[in-house]
Structures are given as structure tokens and as C-alpha cells.
């Protein structure tokens, strides 16, 4: 019926629906008002036109009560659809805590994916159905956006920060991705597709990728490489924490202040240590600031997060 | 029509006068936000970087900033001088009062240029080509600190400058002005004055007296 | 041909020559002055979007290259917010008619008025020049760091234009507030001025307040370029995001710049021919405020996906509801006035009409932008981008030619031919629904704004606006045509052709240099039209009471 | 001259805040030294705007823009620093 001319997005993701439900309900009272205004114009228009016989006694320049209830009916039709959209809005906050989490990288003019087997792709990101996926974000050079729109899901990639969007896959199929920030010259160019398999296929998929290095492996690598063990390794000489479990964790800082440590605790005290210092250290930690680049970031992001107990607390970390 | 308004829009010098008020603090209500926006981008770096910013601080002369505050608030003194004896109708001790106030502007540029080469020989100016050299910890944040440092100090010098040159302007036609149209000129400037002044005034502990 | 010379008693006839014109101080003139630019900016702003229509009638980039597509509508945004829209009805019917709505010579300051037009001259220029060297691709938003660090453009130049003509923003928005303050007609009261003049304060509040914080964040633009300092750069301890906050401080209220001068002419037109008060002044005169104020505390919902935190994003989203209620207030009440009215459709009322419609349906599509999880979908997509059109375009564009039509005979003392402005007027409507409808659609579909080329399941959509877009060109060149004609051939005018009540009616058409011949004293409401005598041409309300 | 001694004081007033400032800034008091600088500078703001640019005697107006603006720069801090 459509003749090939698209009318809505695809809805794949587990929140479509429902985005989608308060999307159709404000559409359909928007119109309703739309066209009630618009016909009431009308109506006015023709019957009061200059010449009608129209009734024109009784006319009033104002209506307290008329005013006061369009501008109560206005409010609460207004807090209504504030309260909905953002409780469905909270739950980017609260990611599942069984999640396989894949680095996405942005850069002039292409997404970077990396699994966390270690499989990399390039505007190609492949995700199981049915799990819980948490795109970590991070751009290399200017402000890029991730955006799937059959997933309903966007979000910002940051240069200096991590950021994350998550989504449950629901139907198996290949999705348009985005970038939806203006990000220089090949704007437009910079995107492909997602695509959502089978859990079967997709660690079918996996395999046949050749087995490459893991984030968390290539991240303990730097971590000896750039000289992060020396110190905070046990053999030390340095008095430097021990970083088993420390995503997530509550750390006391020496201003008496005590931080959880997440994603922006963790890039802060690799680039810029002297910000906040754990309490009972000197602060002799020295910046990182330009000898890590940002794909390096999230190996060692990825590493110090596998050191931590087990995944308890990771959901409040992020966000 | 009275012959001392200015403007043909209105009748009476009075409402004249409080009109031209009136526009020069809705002016300076500009110009506050002007300079507020870049005291909160300040605000938010010194949150973040408190201690490289303490360290940065201290590299700038606390000596002459201090010595620039008061010649700064001595020349906001005689410009309400200026404007008293205006009002008196001493314009010869007015017209002193005013020069005085141009020159201690003047003194007050002098002085930061001094300033500015001191520190562009240390290395720490951002200037185009030149490197940045800089012996305290946590370089990197230090350096911003002192591009903020010149940023807000220079808009504030740009700030002066323009109310030197207005100054200079109008005691060049000082002679062939009526004397309400002298009053109203000092009234205008001196409002001014006195609030480029008060910019400085929280300038300077912000910039010169972190955890000193 | 009655080209005879109009009576020296007219401002137009006070001297003529480029001198008597370029420096001249009578706010009238100083208004044909801005009337003239930014005509000529908005059909230079124009043609750039009807070639960026033209590119995208095709998937792929075949027009023009990406670069030059990026610099299309960058320029075609800093043109029609900041060489345009801002300025339209302020500089140009504000400026005609403030003072003789309030019964006064002048403005306040009738120099700093000149002044504020050649700063304005100097900026756009300026600011234009880039476009020799090779332009700006930054998109109007100017976003951190890629105008910093990465925009190979002339980002400096362009910046440094747009911080001028902010001057020129400042001083017009002074002026005005002082005008209104104190030079008031005996008794015109606060709640006797029409709603126009509620508007202007309104908007010139908003000019004084948050330009300087545009201004800082353009300085801020050009340190960082110029001498590296890190303002917005993660790598030396900046933070892009705060550019973000500081633009959007600016320039969510300059969309109520944008909007509420076109609400104050809306609000004369539409009891005017409905010969009727407006329904609810007092709401409709504090409501213009209440946008103004709350105005500014909603700009973070432009950045719901930015990384701000959530909490955040829940707090401004709450605020964008909040502020969507007065203008919910004033589309009632506008509804309502044409209640029991003898309504008659000259052209300023079709447009006035239109306004009403694509007005609504813009709030409204700013409802799905404002409620958080459709935003997180439609955010920097089309959708965005038909919202905001159908508020200027439709909703302010649309006033803009509304109140030319309306005071057209009061400026030039001649009419415009009203079968044409009718015609114009429909196609405007027709062309405009036509261009920016579907983009709802593709919005929603998906497709992200500022791209040159798209998926090729998009395109029915794309050739549907890009047809509407030479349609709206049409709509908008017939007046170009025929106002430019009546200016020579036109029916002269009298002094109150639409029979309406505001004072700057009750003087000629076109008014003396000082614009009253004996200053006016008010002793009556704003839009009394029911009011005995009305009914001619020659009746003035205000002359009859002592 | 009695206005001439008033503008005098308040002119030695202003110096004598100014030596307060700089004055506390070598004592450590933690994170009070940059509050009580603060305080300072709002107190000579507040002298300079009543004495010397007479806003108490100027009418209503004038104080209708300071209020505006200290409302206005009070959104702009507000809302950012919440916003981050
Ligand atoms: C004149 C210009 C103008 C005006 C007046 C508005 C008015 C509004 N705008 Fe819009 N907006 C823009 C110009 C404008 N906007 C621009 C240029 C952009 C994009 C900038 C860019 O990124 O380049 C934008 C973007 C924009 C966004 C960000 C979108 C994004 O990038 O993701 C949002 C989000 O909340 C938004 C919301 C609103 C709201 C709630 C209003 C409200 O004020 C609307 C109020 C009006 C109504 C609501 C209609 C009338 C009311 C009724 C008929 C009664 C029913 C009402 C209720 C029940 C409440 N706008
Ligand atoms: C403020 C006012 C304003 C106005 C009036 C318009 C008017 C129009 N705009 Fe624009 N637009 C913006 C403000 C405005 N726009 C902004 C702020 C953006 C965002 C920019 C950014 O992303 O940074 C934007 C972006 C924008 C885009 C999105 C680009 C993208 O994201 O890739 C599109 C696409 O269709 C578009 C189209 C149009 C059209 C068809 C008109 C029409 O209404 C134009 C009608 C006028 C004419 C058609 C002129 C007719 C005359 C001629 C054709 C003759 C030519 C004459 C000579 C050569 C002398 N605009
Ligand atoms: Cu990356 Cu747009
Ligand atoms: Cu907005």
C-alpha cells in the first residue's frame, strides 16, 4: 500500500515500542488539538465574516474561568507528557547488569568498534538479539554521535570523556547507523550499519574474525608498557594503590571527599592525576596527558575494569 | 522644544537625564553578563584543576597587581570627582579631575604591560610561535590558566582603553560644549569608569590571590 | 502617472539623496535603511537554501560537493538568524513604529539608532567576506572543537562578524527598553500599549541580556584559534560541552527574539480585521514577558544527548514544558478573538491566519522535541530542522510579511495591490507546508540533518520539500515585485485605511518627520473597536478628549 | 565641602579592603581565603555602585537593571554548574 515509500522507522530495539507508543499518543493529541483549533478558525471565519447575519450580542473581551482552565488544562497535558518521556528517558541510566559492553570510537569520518574478544570493525557493528549491548563511547577528534534509528537510541561521543548508550536488539536485521553530529567535511559519510543476529550466528560471527588480541589483553600490554605496573604493581617501590576492584568502587580522597570510581574517575586520574588524590598517596603520579590516545584509553579502561571482583556495582558506575 | 535636551525625542532635560541613566546601566547589565560568562568558564576550570591554578597564580606579581588596584581605584576616586565639580559648576577643577583620571588609566596600562613582558620573558605568555616554558608542576593546566589570564586581563584593558580614548575625545571638544552637555557626557563615562573598575575589583583576587 | 512630489510635511519628502538618507537620525529612515539589508540578506540566505533543495532532491552529492554543502547552510543559518531574523521586525517595523505607537518624536536615542545600523552593516559584511576567502563550515552553532580545532573555514572572520552585529543587537534592544520606559503618551499605561509595544520590551530584554553571552562565547572561539588558549579543548583541560552551555544560554532566548516581535504583530492584525479587542490582553501582554524570563532557563534541552547529566536533561525538559504554556495562552486567546467579530481578509489577515496555523504546529512539534525520549530519537534529525522552520518561516517569516502589508501604507504612503498580496499570501502558505511537512517525516524516519548526501529511501520525501521550496520561492518573490511596484504606482494611502485604534494611525500617512503634528494624550484601552465612529476613514479616537 | 570628605572616605575605605585582601591572602585559612576575597570584592562592588555611580539616588530604574542582571548572571551560574 505504501508503494515503497517509507512511512515509519523500523522498530528493533527493545524500547521502540514504547518510545514509539508515546510518540503516536502525542501525535494523535496534537492533531486532535490541531484540528480542533484549526476548524474552530475556520468556523469563526466563515460564520462571523463581515456582512453574516451571525449573532454577534454578548460578546466579551475576556473569561476568567475560560482563561484559567486552557491554562490549567495546558499544564497538566504538559506535565503529563514531561513525566513520561522522561521516565522512559531514565532507563538509558540504568543499563542490565548482564551486558556485553563493545568500545565504539569515533573519529574523522568513521566509527571504530571493538568486541570484547578483540574483534575490530569499521562502520560495521554486529550485536546479538535478545542481549543487552552497552556501546561505550569515545571520539578521537571532535564531537561525532552514535545513532541507530530502528533502535531509537543516540548519543553524543565526547572527546575527552566516555559516554554510553545501550539497547536490546529484538529483531534480527541490518539497521542504518549515523552519526548525527555535525562533525566537518565527510559528515554525511560517516555511518554503515548494524547488525542484529541470532546469539548463535553472532558468536559464529565472532569466531570466524580470527582470534585478535582482547581489549583487556591488549590493555594489561599498555599497562606494562607504559609503565603503569611499576608502580602500581606489588613489587613496587612507589606506594601507589592497588587497583584490583576499583571500578565501581568508593575511593576517599585526600580533600575528605570519597568519589565512586567510574569511567570519568578513572580517564581523570590517568590524564590528570593531581585532581583527585587517594587519600594516604603522594600525589607523584605523573599525567598521561597526550601519551595515551584515545583507542588506547579504552584498552586500559577496559583492563582496569576486569580487574575488578565481579560485575556487582558496574551498573550504578555507569552512565 | 527645550533648547537643552539633545535627543528630539524628548521635552525635558530631567527626563532626559534620567533616560541617559538608565541606558548606561542597562549597558553595564550587558557588559556584566559579557564579562560573567568568562568568569564562569574560569569558575569551572579553577574547580577542576584548583591546585595547577594555586601554582599559576603565583608566577603573576602579586606586587603590581596590587599597585594596579589602587591606581585603578584612585582613578575611579577622581572621576567622581569630576563629576561632583561638574555638578558644581567648578569646570576647571573638573576638567583636572578628569585628565587625572586618563592618566592614572593610563598608568594602570602601563603598568600591565609591564606586567605582560615580565611574563612573556618568563615564557608563560600565550603568544603566537613563542614555546611555554614553565618550571611548576602540571604544565599543561597552568598554561590554561594563564590563557585565561590574558584573555580576562586583556578584554578588561580593551575595556579601559575605550574609556581613555572616550575621555581624550571629549575633553578635545570640551571647549565647544555646552555645559549640560558636559555634564551629561561625564555622568555617562564616569558610570562607566566606575564599572570597568569594578570588573577589576574581582579580577584581581580572582586571578592574583588563589591560596596564596 | 502620479509621481508628483510627496509634501515636504512627509519624512520621505525631508530631503532626499543618499546623505539625507545614510545620515539621517528620524527613526523612520533609519528603518527603510535596515528595511532595505536585510531584504537583501533574507533573498541571499534564500538562494542558498533553494540550491542546498536543489542538492538534496538527489540521494547523492551530484550538485555540489560536500564542503560547499557545508558552507551552504552554515551561511544560509548565520544569515538568516543573525543578518535576519533577528533583526526583521525589531529594526524594521519596530523601529517605524514604536514611537508612534507610544505617542512620541523618536526614539530615546535617535544617533545610537543610526549607529546601531552601521554596526550592523560593518558585521554582516564582515562577517560575509569570509565567503570570498572560502567561507565557514561550522553549521550556525559554531560547536566546539570542531570551530576550534579542526574547521578548516574562515571561522575567525565569521565570528567576529556575528560578535558585531551582536553590538547592534545591544544597542537596539537598549533603545528600546529606554523608549519605552520614559517617553510614554500621557496617559498610555502599561496595560493601555498595544501588544506590540509588550513584545518589542519583551524582546529587547532578551537582545540586552543573553547577547553579551553569545559575544563571550564567540571571543572565547576566536582566543582558541588565534593563541591556543585551551578554553574548549579536553587535550589542555577545557571542556567542549561548556561551549555548548554558553551558546545555547544565547540562543534559546534568541529564538524568543525571534518569535515574539511576530507575536506582537499578530496581535494587532488580528482584532483589527476582526474589528474586535483582543481576547485577554492582560494575559496575552504578561505572557510576552513570561516567555522572555523563563525563556532562559530551558537551553539545556538542546543537548538531552550531549553527555550532560541526565538529572539535568529531566530539569530543562521540565522547564521547556513550563515555557510552552504562555505561548499555549496566546494561540487561545488569538483563537477566541475572532469570536463575534466582522472579520474581512485583506492580506495582512490571511498571513496573520497562516501565522496562527504553522505557529501552532511548530509549538507543537517543540512538544515531541521537549519530551526527553522522543528527543533522544529525533534529535539533530530533520524533524528538528522542520520544527524550527515552521516556527521562523512559518510562524515569524510569515508575521514579518504579515505587518509589512499591514503598516505598508503607513511607511509609504501608498497600497499595495491587494488581489497580488492576496495571491502571494496563499502560494507563501501552500509552497511552505509543502517544502517543510515531509521533513517531519524524514525527521522521524531518521534522517540526520546537515548531510549532503542520504540513503536512497529517503528521497520521495526530499523531492517533495525540495519542490515546495520553488514553490516558497515564488511566494516569496511576487512581493518583492509588487510592493517595489506601489511604491512608485500605488493607490495613495490615507491616513487610516484598515480603520484600526493604535496612535500611529491617527497621524498621515506617511507621518510628518516628527510624526505628530500636536502630541497625542491617550484616554482609552488598547484596541477599543468597538468604539462609536470607527466606521471612517477620518475618525481619530484620541483627539476628541481633552 | 562635606561631599568631597564623603567621596575622600570612601575612597580610603576601598584602600583599606584592598590592603584586607591582599593582607589575608598570606594566611592560610584553607578554603576561606577565596570566599573572604569574594566578600571583599562584592563590598567594594557595592561602594563603588552606591557612592561613586550614586545608584541609591538615582531612582527606581537603574536599580531595575542591577537586579536584572544579578538574577540573570544568577541563571547563567545556576543552571550551568547544574548542567555539568
Ligand atoms: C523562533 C524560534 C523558535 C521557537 C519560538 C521555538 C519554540 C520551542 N522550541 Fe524550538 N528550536 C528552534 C527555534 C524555536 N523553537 C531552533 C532554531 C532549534 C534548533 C537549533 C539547532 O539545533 O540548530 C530548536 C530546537 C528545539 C529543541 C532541541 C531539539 C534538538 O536539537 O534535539 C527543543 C527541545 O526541547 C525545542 C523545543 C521548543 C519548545 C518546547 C518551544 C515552545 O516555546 C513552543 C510553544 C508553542 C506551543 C506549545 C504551541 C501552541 C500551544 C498550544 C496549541 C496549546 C497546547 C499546548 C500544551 C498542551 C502545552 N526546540
Ligand atoms: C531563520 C530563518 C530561516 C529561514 C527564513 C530559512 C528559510 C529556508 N530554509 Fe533554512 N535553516 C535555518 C534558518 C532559516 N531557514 C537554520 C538556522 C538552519 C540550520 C543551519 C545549520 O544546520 O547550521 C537551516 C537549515 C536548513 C536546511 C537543513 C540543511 C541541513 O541540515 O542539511 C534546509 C533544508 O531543506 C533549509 C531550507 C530552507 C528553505 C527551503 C527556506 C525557505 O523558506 C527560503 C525561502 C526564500 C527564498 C526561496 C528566496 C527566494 C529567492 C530566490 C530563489 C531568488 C534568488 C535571488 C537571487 C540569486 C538574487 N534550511
Ligand atoms: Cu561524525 Cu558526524
Ligand atoms: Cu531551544
Redesign the interface.
Known sequence: MSFGIPFTPPEASSIAGSVDLLFYTLLAFTALLGVFLTSLVIFYAVKYRAGSSADRTGERARSLPLEVTWTVASLLIAFVIFGWGAALFMRREHPPLEALEIAGLGKQWMWEFRHPGGQREINELHVPVGKAVIVSLASQDVIHSFFVPAFRVKQDAVPGRTTHVWFIASEPGRYRLFCAQYCGTQHSEMGGFVTAMPPEAYAAWLGNQGQGETLVADGEKLFGALGCSGCHGNSSKVRAPDLTGIFGRPVALDNQQTVIADDRYLRDSILNPKKEIAAGYEPVMPSFDGLVDEGEMQMLLAYLKSLSARDTTKSEAIH | MGASTE????DKPA?EQ??D???M??????????????L??F???RI??G??FAAASHHLS?PLG?LN??VL??S??S???AH?FGNRGRWRASTWSLAATALLGLVFLGIKAAEYTMEFREGIA???GVPFTYDG??P??A??FF??Y??MAS?HAVHLIGGIVVIAGMLVMWSSATQSSRLRRVRAI??YW??V??VW??L???LY???? | MNTEALSSSSYLGEGAGPAAWLLTTDHKRVAWLYLISLTAFFFLGGAMAVLMRIELATPAGDLVSDDVYNRLFSLHGIIMVWFFLVPSIPATLGNFLLPLMIGARDLAFPRLNLASWYVFMLGSLFALASVVFGGVDTGWTFYTPLSTLYANGFVSMAALGVFTVGFSTIMTGINFIVTIHTLRAPGLTWFRLPIFVWTMYATALVMVLATPVLAASLILIVLERMFGIGIFNPALGGDPLLFQHLFWFYSHPAVYIMILPGMGVVSEVLPCFSRRPLFGYKAVALSSMAIAVFGFLVWGHHMFVSGQSAYAGVLFSFLSFCVAIPSAIKVFNWSLTLRKGEITFETPMLYALFFLALFTFGGLAGLFLAALAIDVHVHDTYFVVAHFHYIMVGGMVTAYMAGLHFWWPKMTGRMYPETWGRIAATVTFLGFNLTFFPQFVLGFLGMPRRYHTYPPEFQFWHILSSAGAVVLAIGYLMPLFYLGWSLFRGARAPANPWRATGLEWQTASPPPPHNFDAMPKVSRPAYDYAMKGLQHEKFSPHKDEA | MSDIRKLTFVYLVLLALLALTVGSSSFDLGGFNSALNLVIAAAKAAIIATMFMQLSSGGILPRLAVAATGLWLAILFGLTLIGR
Open positions: 535627543s528630539v525625542a524628548f527626563r534620567a533616560a541613566t538608565f541606558a546601566w542597562i549597558f553595564i547589565g550587558s557588559e556584566a553578563m559579557l564579562f560573567g560568562a568568562i564562569l568558564v569558575l569551572i576550570a577542576s584543576y591546585p595547577a602579586l596590587t588596584t589602587v581605584i584612585t575611579s576616586f572621576m567622581a570627582l561632583l600565550p603568544v603566537l608542576p602540571d599543561v593546566h598554561e590554561f590563557g585565561l590574558f584573555a578584554l564616569g558610570l566606575h564599572f573598575d569594578i575589583v574581582f584581581f583576587p580572582i590571590l588563589i591560596n596564596r
